[in-house]
């Protein structure tokens, strides 16, 4: 498998990617190489990694995985997708911009708003399904194009591939976080992304076990100064969680398969339910953007989002009901969760322009039975009332 894995399936990706029989011993699954800190035989004579914050072999299989599956030349791996994001955001420099989706995950938008802004990054939120108004957006300091496609939690889609002419166009470069989608759904690099981010705690790690980000480019002068930056700043992961993320990247496919049919049984029946006021899911051709989805991404994805009648105290009445959905923040485990972005998630977004309705629900429909799922939804909205 070591050679030319991009002619590979997708499926056949997720197994393989970056896992080659380990050197030493011949170990099918790469270990855990649990070290801060590597011999050399002189000073600077070593075989490849001199200390685990610049690098460590089980990193370097994961990251060699993550880029893989992307499609990718070169992947980065961190401690969390804020550090990832962070990370990125090092490339903007002070007096530059940086053109945002409008729906974003809480902690992304306070990180550009609350910390990057302070260091003298200027950032526009501005609503990437129309794209009049992203072409009209652009400054000549405009440096990065950010966004999320499925967003977080409002589910937008934006079109990756006109975006990248744009930006490039425009003298920019154009990041997409990818967490909802996953590689396993759709591949922004391909369509013209310049760098794919990745919170690896959700989908692509899979098991709610870990936590983890992920930086994923072509662009080798950005790779080398990210690569630099991502030792210079320190979020690493540690080799157990880079392991982890390597042993559910195995099952990505399979899992993502069985997301987006639970995604699909869920939405249907929340769409038919008369407690429910309206539903948002990409597999839905009520979804303002389904014909973009269809085109873009190889299936709706796991996650729903709905909002209910009787406000934000009904809302609250059913993410308490359920059973099998459990009551918590994150999302893309193959456990059932869900939540209310007002008061969790995007809580950091509230009394702004960004802010969501508090009667939202948000779900990240794992990969149980969609029956058990659409009984246990069923009985939360009826003892709800
Ligand atoms: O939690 P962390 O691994 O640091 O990832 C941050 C992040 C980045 N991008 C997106 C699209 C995300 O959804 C997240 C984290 N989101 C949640 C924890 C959540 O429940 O929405």
Redesign the pocket.
């Known amino acids: 498998m070591s050679t030319n894995k991009q002619a590979f399936d997708f499926e056949t990706l997720a197994v393989h990617a970056g896992v080659e029989p380990d050197p030493l011993t011949g170990a099918v699954m790469t270990p855990i190489y649990q070290t801060s800190t590597f011999a050399q035989s002189d000073v600077g004579v070593h075989k490849g990694y001199d200390y685990a914050r610049s690098g460590n072999p089980t990193r370097t299989a994961l990251q060699n995985a993550l880029a893989t599956l992307e499609g990718g030349r070169y992947g980065l791996s961190f401690s ?4 990832a ?1 962070d990370t990125l955001l090092r490339l903007v420099q002070p007096g530059e911009h940086v053109l945002v989706g409008n729906d ?5 938008y306070r990180l550009f708003t609350k910390v990057l802004a302070g260091y003298g990054i200027d950032f526009d939120f501005i609503e990437m399904s129309d794209l009049a108004v992203v072409e009209n957006a652009f400054r000549p300091k405009t440096r990065l194009v950010w966004l ?1 496609t499925p967003t ?2 409002l589910l937008k889609l934006f079109d990756i591939a006109a975006i990248a002419d744009m930006a490039h166009a425009n003298g920019a470069q154009f990041a997409v ?1 990818n ?2 989608a996953s590689p396993a759904l759709q591949q922004p690099l391909q369509l013209g992304a310049d760098f794919v ?6 989908y692509i790690g899979g098991h709610s076990d870990v ?3 992920a930086l994923i480019t072509n662009d080798e002068t950005a790779h080398d100064r990210l690569k630099f930056l991502q030792n210079a700043i320190g979020a690493v992961p540690g080799p157990q969680d880079c392991f982890l993320t390597l042993r559910g990247i195995k099952t990505l496919a399979l899992r993502m398969a069985q997301h987006c049919r639970n995604g699909l049984q869920v939405a249907q029946f929340l769409a038919d339910h008369p407690a429910v006021e309206r539903v948002i899911y990409p597999g839905l051709e009520s979804h303002p953007q389904f014909d973009l989805a269809r085109r873009q991404m190889a299936g709706p994805g796991g996650m729903v989002s709905f909002t209910v009648h009787g406000g934000e105290t009904q809302a609250r009445i059913i993410a308490n009901k359920t059973e099998l959905f459990t009551l918590a ?3 893309g485990g193959v456990e059932s969760l869900i ?1 209310l ?1 007002a008061p ?2 995007h809580a950091s977004v509230a009394d702004s322009p960004l802010a969501v309705p508090g009667n939202l629900i948000r779900i990240s429909c794992g990969i149980e039975s969609g029956d058990d799922l659409v009984k246990d939804l069923a009985h939360a909205l009826s003892a709800a009332g």
Request: net charge negative; aromatic share 6%.
């Open positions: 969390s997708g804020m550090a994001i974003v995950y809480g902690g992304t999320e977080n939690p976080d967490t909802f981010v990745h919170s690896t705690t959700k936590v983890g980000g923040e994150s999302l939540e972005p969790m998630t």
